[in-house]
C-alpha cells in the first residue's frame, strides 16, 4: 500500500488551497501586530528541548516543518496533512520505508539554503545519532522506529523505519516537530532561533514578552499578513483580562477562559468573540514510583478512586472540559478514546461517594486511618491551572486519610523538578503533540521516555504499543489502544482526571484562526490577519 501527496496539492499550498480553506476569508489585509499573551516565560526557545507550549506557540512561527496539519481545519488527522517544506511524499508498499521531495529555494532566516541535509540533522539530534545533542530531548521516543534518514541530492529525504508504522507522518506534522537548520548548533537555538517560517525572532526578554516580525524573504508567497506578532508574558489572571478588556490584547492565552470568565468577558467586551475545543490538555496525576510510599500500587489505586473525576468537572470547570478517563482523547474531539463501557472500569469514574468508599478500604488495609492519616506533599506548576485542581485533590484526598499540602513550584522550574523526579504526588497538565496513540503512549508511559515521569514500566504493555503502532487495520489498531489505554488507567500509572475544553477569547477583528481540536500546530501564525 502507498500513500502519495502529489505537487499539485504543494502549488495550491502557495497559492488558493488556503486561502479558499474552510473559516478563511476574502479580501486579507497586510499589515499590523497581533498582540495576544502567555501565561508563563519560555523555559527556553528551542521546541525540540521542551515539553511546553510556553516554548512551542511563541516559537512556532519562526519555524516549518516537512508537513503540517492544515490550519483552517480543527480536527487533525492523516487526511488533513498538507506540505511545508516538503512538496510530495510516498510510503513503500510495507510502510518501512517514507521519501519526500523538497521544496527548493528556500532559505533560512541568515540567507543560507535549505537542503536534505537540514532534515537528517534536525532527526538525527532528535533520535540521539548525532554528535551534538539536546539537553532534554523529551521527543526521543517518537523517532526510535526510524533506523536512518539518508538524502539524495539536496531535495529528497528518506525515513527508514525497524517496522511499519504509519503514524510517523502525523508525528512529522505535529507543531513539535520543525525541522532544525546543520549549521547552528542545536545548544545555541536555547536562546536564540534560527528557523525559514514565516517570522523571525525580534526580541525575547524574559518575564515581559517575545517579539516576533515579518519575515520578508518568506517562500510562501504573499504570507505571512502581519507585520509582526506581539506575546506580552503576564503571569496573571486577572492582569491579562484586563489586558484584553482594555484592548491592549486582540487574544487572551488559548484555552484559559472558562466559563465563568467567558460569561464575564460577554458584558466588559459586548463583540468578544469565542472558540470552544479541547485543548489537547489533560490534567493528571504523576506519582514517584520509585520512592515510598507510591512504589505501592494499591495506595496509587487509593487515590486514583478518591478523585471523584465527574465531580471535579462539574465543580471546578462548570461543566466544560471532559471527566478523566484515559490518556487518549475521548470522542467527539479524539478518534482513539475508549468507548463508555471500557471508560466505567477506569478508577474514579461513576459514584464518586462509592468509590471514596472503596479507597477508604484499601487505605485501612494499608494501616491508615482517622488517628492515622498518610501524610503526603502534593507538587504543581504556580499556575491556576495545576494548582486550582491541586487544591481540590487535597479536599478529595482528606476524605480518604489522606492528609496533603501544596508545594506551589516557580513555573518556570516545574519541568527540571519533575524530569529529577523531585516529588511525591505531582498535579501535571500533559499536552499531547497530536491525537495519535504512537505519540501518547511512546512519549508518556514508554519504560525509558524522559516524560514517564511516573516511571512506570510494563515490558508486556510496551509490546503491546509496538504491536498497535504497526496495525494498518484500523478497526483492530483502535481495539489494541484502548485494551493499553484501560490496563494503563487501572495500573495508576498516570491517572487522568479530565481532558480540557476551554474557551479562547479574542476581538472579531481577528482572522483566520482556527483552534484545533488537538496538537499544538495552529500557531504558525502565517495565516491570520488583522481588519482594522
Known amino acids: 500500500m502507498s500513500s502519495r501527496i502529489g505537487l499539485a496539492v504543494a502549488v495550491g ?17 497586510y499589515g499590523g501586530v497581533f498582540r495576544t499573551m502567555l501565561s508563563s516565560s519560555p523555559p527556553s526557545l528551542s521546541i525540540h528541548d521542551e ?3 510556553y516554548t512551542q506557540m511563541p516559537v512556532m512561527p519562526v519555524y516549518n516543518n516537512l508537513a503540517l496539519y492544515d490550519p483552517f481545519r480543527k480536527q487533525e488527522g492523516q487526511e488533513t496533512i498538507i506540505p511545508e517544506l516538503a512538496t510530495e511524499w510516498a510510503w513503500d508498499a510495507d510502510h518501512r520505508r517514507l521519501t519526500f521531495k523538497l521544496r527548493q ?5 541568515d540567507g543560507k539554503p535549505f537542503t536534505a541535509a537540514d532534515v537528517k540533522h534536525t532527526f538525527d539530534v532528535v533520535r540521539g545519532k548525532a554528535k551534538q545533542r539536546l539537553k532534554l530531548n523529551p521527543r526521543r521516543l517518537w523517532y526510535q522506529n526510524v533506523e536512518d534518514v539518508t538524502t539524495k541530492g539536496d531535495h529528497e529525504v528518506t525515513f527508514h523505519l525497524q517496522r511499519p508504522q504509519p503514524a510517523l507522518l502525523g508525528m512529522l506534522s505535529s507543531g513539535f516537530s520543525p525541522i532544525y537548520p546543520a549549521h547552528v548548533a542545536p545548544s545555541q537555538l536555547r536562546s536564540q532561533t534560527m528557523g525559514t517560517g514565516p517570522f523571525k525572532l525580534k526580541v525575547y526578554t524574559p518575564d515581559q514578552a517575545v517579539e516576533l516580525e515579518k519575515n520578508p524573504d518568506y517562500w ?3 504570507r505571512p499578513y502581519l507585520d509582526g506578532v506581539h506575546l506580552a508574558i503576564i503571569r496573571k489572571r486577572s492582569t491579562r483580562l484586563a489586558h484584553l478588556i482594555s484592548g491592549k490584547a486582540d487574544m487572551e492565552v488559548p484555552y484559559q477562559v472558562t466559563e ?4 464575564q468577558l460577554e458584558k466588559d467586551i459586548p463583540n468578544i468573540q469565542f472558540q470552544l475545543n479541547s485543548s489537547g490538555v489533560s490534567t493528571n496525576l504523576i506519582f514517584n514510583t520509585k520512592k515510598p510510599p507510591f512504589d505501592n500500587p494499591k495506595l496509587r489505586k487509593a487515590v486514583a478512586l478518591a478523585l471523584d473525576r465527574n ?7 462548570s461543566g466544560v472540559s471532559i471527566a478523566g478517563g484515559g490518556a487518549m482523547l475521548p470522542a467527539p474531539y479524539g478518534a482513539w478514546g475508549m468507548p463508555e463501557e471500557l471508560m466505567a472500569q477506569v478508577p474514579g469514574m461513576g459514584d464518586g461517594a462509592r468509590n471514596k468508599e472503596a479507597a477508604r478500604q484499601i487505605m485501612r488495609e494499608l494501616g491508615y486511618g482517622p488517628e492515622k492519616p498518610l501524610q503526603v506533599q502534593i507538587s504543581a506548576r504556580n499556575l491556576v491551572t495545576y494548582t486550582d485542581p491541586a487544591t481540590w485533590a487535597i479536599s478529595e484526598l482528606k476524605q480518604v486519610y489522606v492528609e496533603a499540602v501544596l508545594e506551589a513550584v516557580e513555573s518556570g522550574n516545574w519541568h527540571g523538578k519533575v524530569a529529577r523526579r523531585d516529588f511525591q504526588i505531582g498535579m501535571n497538565r500533559t499536552a499531547n503533540g497530536g491525537d495519535e496513540p504512537d505519540i501518547t503512549f511512546y512519549e508518556h508511559y514508554a519504560c525509558k521516555s524522559q516524560r514517564n515521569y511516573s516511571d512506570f514500566c510494563d515490558s508486556e504493555l510496551e509490546r503491546k504499543v509496538d504491536a498497535q503502532s504497526q496495525e494498518v487495520d484500523v478497526a483492530k489498531r483502535k481495539a489494541l489502544v484502548n485494551e493499553i489505554d484501560l490496563a494503563l488507567q487501572q495500573a495508576g500509572a498516570r491517572p487522568m482526571l479530565l481532558h480540557t475544553t476551554a474557551y479562547v477569547a479574542y476581538y472579531p477583528h481577528v482572522k483566520n484562526f482556527v483552534l484545533h481540536q488537538i496538537g499544538y500546530s495552529q500557531y504558525r501564525m502565517q495565516e491570520i490577519w488583522l481588519d482594522k
Open 260 to 263: 465563568p470568565i467567558k460569561r
Open 105 to 109: 529555494g528556500v532559505k533560512w532566516h
Open 13 to 29: 499550498l502557495g497559492l488558493a488551497a488556503l486561502v479558499a480553506g474552510p473559516g478563511a476569508t476574502p479580501a486579507q489585509k
Open 311 to 317: 465531580g471535579l468537572v462539574k465543580g471546578l470547570y
Open 220 to 222: 510562501l508567497k504573499g
Open 51 to 53: 515539553a511546553t507550549i
